[in-house]
């Protein structure tokens, strides 16, 4: 995009200014349409499984119903406690939001469109996740109250301790794929399975830490059934009690940003991102968007498939699901790789 | 331009974040500053072409010990005035450390600057056509890999210290068994009998 910007007359470093800002506007302006449509859809996905309606006043089949919520906190009048920490309390959800979406910067959504292409790619999505969990946090001390604080302290261990296991699993994708630039990611993945087949996931080797990454995904995100940090049986709505108006708004659009790239990290790394699903000619016709789209929105529909069938799991059970049985099995999974790699590729 | 624009951002901003630890009046408001910090420090390191550096940076320190810091000084139910109290105390010896540490930087960047290096060697151009992790796996694992595993060995024997420090048997309590749970039938627990009239039933 610099070079059209310097063929408009502009001195590289103007062109590469303009250039950026407008990448970064048309990634951001149409993910936050997807944010509000994604909401829409999840209660919709939701309404059909417990066989009720859903949204359906505002606009026709009620899709306008996310824009209505918007307005509706736009205009209410932000609360902030007396006994708040004023500064953390308003910088908290301004850190989610910001953080759920500076990830973006690095996915490719087609051969060559990317924002950034860096070759740290994956490790500057590993950077940006671990700083997710500062605005749970923040928000959660700030508001000083009881029950946020409790999910605040939650959210921190549970990200961290998936932290752990999604990281081991990122570096089998890299020891397979040989790269940590997720470009490079997507095209290793041309014809991985028997040649014809556009994804790691169908690797036998690869498939079980797929899985894992897809739970662990869940749980990174706090989706239900790991959505512990803002349990309303047990916390009120956790670490955003406190919270009204915009700041609420900052919240709910960063973690819906959030399960976004959680579902585009699935798509990207296991299941070929803009890859067709099989390699065969005639299905490169179809644009590389197009295809990432139909992975994400069916990694976000098995999320939401999820929330409205699974029960909430109990803090000691996600605990040692996450400790005792996600690290050891991807700790063991490193070393098969390696070990298959060194024969195989590197002997 | 853009980069010496970047740079002197970067750098004021680690110089007023790691003032502002010292003088914040809140210790949470401290690990904050400190955060701010460690991300500039990493654009920092972006800056010099150590991308990778700069990443691991962010992962560890922003992302692992920065919230353990903040997790600890959450907890702590902290005295402001007492903190206030203790500055006077530690005065010297702050001023100490500080000394020792400006002195070991001064007499670094001298001997940098001294020779001993040679010049022609470090002004040479890095090789660009290898990513910077490449570049660094291929020094670790062949010719600094004895260091590196023994670097790994001390973390590993820190590690375990940590939990045998810790860690107490604590008797009498009745510890969940999952896999005895889900291993368990219902005809393992429960039993069908059709007792008599006036015959009730043996436990």
């Known amino acids: 995009m610099t070079e059209f910007f310097q063929s408009l007359g502009m001195s590289y470093e103007w062109a590469w200014g303009v250039a950026t800002v407008a990448g970064i506007l048309l990634i951001a302006l149409p993910l936050m349409l997807a944010v509000a449509m994604i909401i829409y859809a999840d209660r919709k996905i939701w309404a059909a499984i417990a066989l009720r309606r859903g949204p359906n006043v505002v606009g026709p089949f009620g899709l306008l119903q996310s824009f209505a919520d918007g307005l509706k906190v736009f205009l209410q009048e932000t609360i902030i406690p007396t006994g708040a920490n004023r500064g953390l309390f308003l910088i908290a959800p301004i850190i989610t939001f910001t953080v759920a979406l500076m990830a973006w910067a690095v996915i490719p959504f087609n051969s060559g469109a990317v924002l950034a292409d860096i070759n740290v790619g994956l490790l500057y999505i590993l950077a940006v996740s671990s700083l997710g969990v500062y605005g749970v946090v923040l928000s959660g001390w700030a508001s000083n109250s009881k029950y946020p604080f409790f999910s605040a302290m939650r959210a921190a261990a549970q990200m961290i301790s998936y932290e752990v296991s999604i990281g081991f699993i990122l570096v089998c994708v890299v020891l397979y794929a040989d790269s940590f630039n997720l470009n490079e990611i997507i095209k290793a993945q041309q014809g991985h399975g028997l040649g014809i087949v556009n994804a790691f996931g169908f690797n036998l080797l690869l498939f079980p830490i797929a899985v894992i990454f897809l739970i662990a995904s869940l749980a990174e995100t706090a989706r239900a059934p790991f959505d512990l940090t803002e349990a309303e049986s047990e916390l009120v709505a956790g670490y955003q009690t406190e919270y009204s108006s915009m700041a609420f708004a900052l919240f709910w659009l960063g973690e819906y940003a959030n399960v976004l790239l959680m579902a585009t990290l699935n798509a990207i790394l296991f299941w070929g991102g803009w890859l067709p699903p099989i390699d065969w000619a005639p299905l490169y016709a179809v644009p590389g968007i197009v295809w990432l789209f139909a992975k994400i929105l069916f990694f976000f529909f098995v999320f939401s498939w999820v929330k409205a069938t699974v029960p909430r799991y109990r803090y000691d059970q996600l605990m040692r699901l996450g400790w005792k049985i996600f690290l050891p099995i991807s700790l063991i999974w490193i070393f098969l790789i390696s070990g298959w790699l060194m024969l195989t590729r590197y002997s | ?203």
């Open chain 2, 1 to 203: 331009m853009i980069q010496l624009i970047a740079f002197y951002l970067f750098a004021t901003i680690v110089i007023a974040s790691a003032a502002m630890v010292i003088f914040a009046r809140n210790p949470v408001h401290s690990v904050m500053w400190l955060i701010l910090a460690f991300f500039n420090a990493a654009g920092l390191m972006l800056l010099a072409g150590a991308e990778f550096i700069a990443m691991l940076l962010v992962i560890v320190y922003v992302g692992a010990v920065a919230v353990l810091f903040l997790f600890v000084v959450m907890m702590l139910n902290i005295d402001f005035a007492e903190l206030r109290a203790g500055f006077v105390r530690y005065l010297p010896l702050g001023a100490l450390v500080a000394i020792i540490l400006a002195a070991e930087l001064i007499f670094a960047v001298g001997a940098w600057n001294a020779g001993g290096v040679d010049l022609a060697v470090r002004a040479a151009p890095v090789v660009t056509d290898k990513s910077n992790i490449e570049q660094l796996g291929e020094l670790l694992y062949t010719k600094y890999i004895f260091l590196f595993e023994a670097a790994g060995i001390v973390l590993l024997v820190a590690m375990i210290g940590a939990i045998v420090l810790t860690h107490r048997e604590r008797g009498g309590v009745r510890v969940q068994n999952v896999s005895a749970q889900t291993r368990r039938r219902p005809g393992d627990a429960t039993r069908l009998v059709d007792p008599g009239s006036g015959q009730g039933v043996e436990l």
